[in-house]
Structure formats: structure tokens, C-alpha cells
């Protein structure tokens, strides 16, 4: 058995499609998820119970349940309803990409809720005083004080929670998508080499993770720029 | 629902190997992490680095791909190896339920490394020197005084891994060992029910995971208690 260097040379451009439908589902994902996790902690933090408890109960199924149970759940559970087939929704839940992005975007909206409850939270109590002391409303102190100082707060964990969706695209694989680790698995299963084939998937990963790491590295420089002297 | 009945028991012992799988795998976790953490801790720069590689590569790898690379890796390997002995040898593997527990294990257990380092280093230092000057040796000091303390300020991070230990079990699927989601697909294929198949597994992880919330709250609860008020 010897390490194969020309076939990693080879595969790594055959992945680059796979490369394409990743970072679709990673942005894709993210901003439907980020959507919905900002309806979610506005639901979780009300004080009517409710709006509060669908919230509770959504977070705990979807953090409760392993991600790959949910996909396989829509994408091959969803078709035993005859009702489900007939109805209009039936264009996107065939499809494999669609139903992968319906799982991944459920699952954002249930992580970072959480974390941005947590930012929500950390929010300094003197701070939020002395806005009401200057005369701001209850609307506009959420919107000029709490939302800034809580995305900061929040930045460090929604940076690590991206980069676990990038690694959860991986099982939109099991579903018969073409993502990076679905390329790889049928180079896999012509070359019979998963050294050289799985670890130059392996390192494209590391290369989209790092550039993650990096995004948000910028991004908590630019929210916490006024600290910066 | 009344089709689940006659899969009952193969859902049961499908439950049983999952429980079998997070067992092995917390365990190797624990494992990893504290080696990870003491690698990362340690003065000699050839260890602190190895250990960064290992967090970095484990925690940034899709888990599905970490878990390719080992069951069918290792079956190459040792494929090779068999053939070198006996050339009438076709394939050798290791069996998927250790592949895939190892590989698991090496996830968290990155993960673990970092919590347990963020955890010894919050370890109060006076309770270090307290511990030297009562004339404890090092290795005393160690298993009496820094890992003790170490478990409780380790605690919430480390119920979180225990989460995804258990969650992450479903991907051992993947490579063939005969658990609840492989049960469930075994299922679907006979009864074409595959919505009614696939909520069977998403409960009984839902209770797996809410059993080890609650265990996660006791544990804190425990360790906690000498900060509580009599």
C-alpha cells in the first residue's frame, strides 16, 4: 500500500463542484436559520407564555434529536403522507437539496437562538438603566442598546456554530447530494483509495473553516471597535 | 402506529448498542481529552503542538468524513497487512462498531481537550501552593487537589459533549452497525412507512438526550454543593 500524491492532485479539482453545492447550503442555511432563531429568541424571551413555550419545545426537539434522524425524517418520512405528495410543498420536499436545507435551517434557527438568548442575557443591566434614565422608549432601548451589545456578545459562538454547519453539509451526502464529502464518496467507490481521497475532502474543509474563523474574527473587530483605542 | 409493535424488540436491541456505542466512546473521549489537555498544558513545545494540530484538524473535519476515513482506512491497512501474511486474503476490517466508536471518540474527545484545558487552568493557584506547602507531591496535588476541581469547572462544557457523543451515534448508520437508524431502515423497507419508522429513532433519542440532561444536572448539582448556603 503507498500514499497516492497524483491522485489527490487529480480528485481535489473534481471536487470543486462539490465545493459549489456546500457553500450553498452553508449560506443558504445560515440566513434562513439566523432568520429564524431571531423569531425564535423574540418568541423565547416574551413573557407570554404563549409565545414562550412553542419556542422552549422547538429548541429541545431540534437539540435533542440527531440531525441525521431529521433529514432522513423529511426527506424519505415526508413522502409516506399521500397528502403530502400532493400538495404544492411537494416541488421542494422531492428534492434533496431543498429538504437539506429545510433541516439545516431548523436546526440554525434552534442552536442560535440559544445563543443569542445567551447574548440577550449578557447584556449589563447599567446599561439598559441608564438608557431608560435618558428617555428611551422600551422598543428603542431593545433596538439601540440591547441588539448591538448582544450580537457582540454573541459573535464568538455564532462563529463556532457555523463552522458546525459546515461540517453538518456533510450529511446532505446521505441524501444523494453532490456536496464535497458526496464527490468524494464516489471517487471513493471508483478508486477504492479513502487515504488520499477523504483527506484532501478533509483539507478543503479545514481551508472553509479557517476562512469562517476568519470572517468572524473580522467581525468581532468591527463590533468591538469602540474598545479598540 | 401499530406496525412499530412488531419492531419493537429490534428497536430495543438497536437502543442497546446506541447506549453500547455512547459507553465506549465517553469513555475513549474522556480519555483523548485529558491527554489532549495535558499535551496542551505541557512545556515541551512538541506536544503543545501535536495536541493544537489534533483540536484544530478534529473540531474543524465533518464527523461523517472523520468516520469514512477511519473505517475504510483501517480496512485498507490492515487488508494490506493480511495480504503480505496470506495472499489468498481478500478483505479485512475492523468491526464497524469500533471503527466507528474510535473515530466518534477522537471528535469529542478534541473537544473535550479544550474544555478540560480551560478548566485545569481555571483551577485556583493558591490551591496549588496551599496543596505543596502541606508537603502533598506532585502526583498528589494532581489527583487530589487540581482534578477534582477541575471535573466542576469542566462540567457544562462537558455535558454539552456528552449531547453530541449521543447524537452523533446516528452516523455510525453510515458504516453499517445494526442500531436504531439502521433498524429503521431495515423497517421502511418492509413496511413503506418510512415517517412512522424514522420518529421511532428522533423519540428515543429525545429520551436518551433529556436522561442525560437530567444527569447533567445532578452532576452540577453535586459538585456544586459546597457553594450553596446551609
Request: glycine content about 6%.
Amino acid at each position: 500500500m503507498e500514499f497516492d500524491f497524483a491522485l489527490i492532485v487529480e480528485s481535489v479539482p473534481k471536487m470543486a463542484t462539490g465545493i459549489g453545492i456546500t457553500l450553498q447550503l452553508l449560506v443558504l442555511a445560515t440566513i434562513i436559520g439566523t432568520a429564524l432563531a431571531v423569531c425564535t429568541v423574540l418568541m423565547r424571551i416574551s413573557k407570554i407564555p404563549l409565545l414562550s413555550w412553542p419556542a422552549m419545545v422547538y429548541i429541545y426537539i431540534f437539540r435533542g434529536t440527531p440531525m441525521l434522524v431529521q433529514i432522513f425524517l423529511i426527506y424519505y418520512g415526508l413522502s409516506q403522507f399521500q397528502a403530502v405528495r400532493d400538495s404544492f410543498f411537494w416541488i421542494a420536499l422531492r428534492d434533496p437539496f431543498w429538504c437539506a436545507i429545510i433541516a439545516f435551517s431548523v436546526n440554525v434557527g434552534a442552536y442560535t437562538a440559544e445563543i443569542l438568548r445567551g447574548g440577550i442575557q449578557g447584556v449589563d443591566e447599567g446599561q439598559l438603566r441608564a438608557a431608560t434614565a435618558l428617555g428611551l422608549s422600551k422598543s428603542q432601548r431593545f433596538i439601540h442598546i440591547t441588539t448591538p451589545i448582544a450580537i457582540r456578545l454573541a459573535l464568538p459562538a455564532f462563529g463556532n456554530e457555523t463552522v458546525s454547519l459546515l461540517k453538518s453539509t456533510a450529511l446532505a451526502s446521505t441524501i444523494t447530494m453532490f456536496d464535497i464529502t458526496g464527490v468524494a464518496r464516489t471517487i471513493m467507490a471508483q478508486t477504492f483509495a479513502p487515504y488520499e481521497i477523504f483527506i484532501s475532502a478533509a483539507i478543503v474543509y479545514l481551508f472553509i473553516a479557517w476562512f469562517i474563523q476568519i470572517g468572524v474574527a473580522l467581525a468581532e473587530r468591527r463590533f468591538s471597535r469602540h474598545m479598540q483605542r | 402506529m401499530y406496525v412499530v409493535v412488531g419492531w419493537l424488540d429490534e428497536f430495543l436491541w438497536g437502543a442497546l448498542v446506541v447506549l453500547q456505542i455512547f459507553m465506549v466512546g465517553m469513555t475513549m473521549a474522556v480519555i483523548w481529552g485529558l491527554l489532549g489537555a495535558a499535551a496542551k498544558l505541557s512545556k515541551i513545545p512538541v506536544f503543545s503542538v501535536l495536541a493544537s494540530v489534533y483540536t484544530t484538524v478534529f473540531r474543524a473535519v465533518p464527523e461523517l468524513l472523520v468516520l469514512l476515513i477511519f473505517y475504510f482506512g483501517s480496512a485498507i491497512t490492515l487488508t494490506a497487512i493480511a495480504k503480505l501474511i496470506n495472499p489468498d486474503i481478500q478483505f479485512v476490517d475492523i468491526p464497524p462498531f469500533w471503527a466507528g466508536s474510535f473515530a466518534i471518540s477522537l471528535i469529542i474527545g478534541a473537544y473535550a481537550a479544550e474544555t478540560f484545558r480551560g478548566a485545569f487552568q481555571g483551577v485556583d493557584p493558591g490551591q496549588i501552593k496551599a496543596a505543596r506547602s502541606l508537603g502533598m507531591s506532585a502526583t498528589h496535588t494532581f489527583f487530589y487537589v487540581r482534578l477534582p476541581q477541575m471535573w466542576r469547572l469542566a462540567l457544562p462544557g462537558f455535558g454539552n459533549h456528552m449531547l453530541s457523543m449521543m447524537k452523533d451515534t446516528a452516523l455510525i448508520s453510515v458504516i453499517g452497525v445494526e442500531e436504531i437508524l439502521y433498524t429503521a431502515e431495515i423497517a421502511t423497507s418492509i413496511t413503506m412507512q418510512p415517517f412512522t419508522m424514522y420518529m421511532v429513532v428522533a423519540i428515543i433519542y429525545l429520551v436518551f438526550t433529556t436522561v442525560i440532561m437530567a444527569i447533567i444536572q445532578v452532576l452540577e448539582k453535586t459538585a456544586n454543593r459546597h457553594l450553596e448556603s446551609v
